[in-house]
């Protein structure tokens, strides 16, 4: 059975950098789409980046030109970084990733990034 692992998350002060990781495994993810989302206290969950199978990623402007987007398949497993840079209190969220295998729909558990200072 797949699953999805997300790490890294924890208190960054405002102008900060912060590396999440997602690890897919359990399922041949690799030819799939891995998604950032993020959920801010009292809003709802926001779809931020993605990237697909070749490594094509695409970013909502609300991080684009902070946010960068990388990934790397390996035997049984796939990982997807995003790198966070100056950041503020609007990053401040539960960031989930996702991602879906066949009709199947997979989620981590959440990593909670905190901009504070």
């Known amino acids: 059975q797949g699953q999805l692992v997300e790490s890294g998350g924890g208190l960054v002060q405002p102008g900060g950098s912060l590396r999440l990781s997602c690890v897919a495994s359990g399922r041949n993810f690799s030819g799939g789409i891995m998604v950032w989302y993020r959920q801010a206290p009292g809003k709802r969950r926001e779809l931020i980046a993605a990237?697909?199978?070749?490594?094509?990623?695409?970013?909502e402007s609300s991080v684009e030109g902070r946010f960068t987007l990388s990934g790397v398949n390996a035997k049984n497993t796939v990982t997807m970084y995003v790198d966070m840079t100056n950041q503020g209190a609007d990053d401040t969220a539960v960031y989930y990733c996702?991602?879906?295998?066949?009709?199947?729909?997979?989620w981590g558990q959440g990593t909670q990034v905190t901009v504070s200072s």
């Open positions: 990237i697909d199978s070749a490594g094509t990623a695409s970013l």
């Open positions: 996702h991602t879906s295998y066949v009709v199947e729909d997979y």
